[in-house]
Nanobody, 115 residues
Framework: QLQASGGGLVQEGGSLRLSCVAS????????MGWFRQAPGKERDPVAA???????GYYADSVRGRFIISRDNANTVYLQMNSLNPEDTAVYYC???????????WGQGTLVTVSS
């Protein structure tokens, strides 16, 4: 089970930090990451990080603004800076054995960026 939190309403240019805590099993050998789905659009990968950490993988639209980090096998964060209205979406935490991770999904947390 993946539990995401940290979404909310923020003004353009602001920041939010999403958290995802996994339970029920260890994800020490899994990629963990984030997807997002805006209304009427597909669910797209945003960022992911391998089991050993490292710099992570990023979608072009968020590279340089978002930072993914992982402090243990089962917890991953997404620091989102310089948010703009195009970042408005439901953000889903995910885990999987390859990139992008799609095997396990969290329930989603809504991020709304107002202009």
């Amino acid at each position: 089970q993946l539990q995401a939190s940290g979404g909310g309403l923020v003004q353009e240019g602001g920041s939010l930090r999403l958290s995802c805590v996994a339970s029920g099993r260890t994800f020490s050998r899994y990629y963990m990451g984030w997807f997002r789905q805006a209304p009427g659009k597909e669910r797209d990968p945003v960022a992911a990080i391998g089991w050993s950490g490292g710099s992570g993988y990023y979608a072009d639209s968020v590279r340089g603004r978002f930072i993914i980090s992982r402090d243990n096998a089962n917890t991953v964060y997404l620091q989102m800076n310089s948010l703009n209205p195009e970042d408005t979406a439901v953000y889903y935490c995910a885990a999987g054995l390859s990139y992008p991770p799609r095997h396990y999904w969290g329930q989603g947390t809504l991020v709304t960026v107002s202009s």
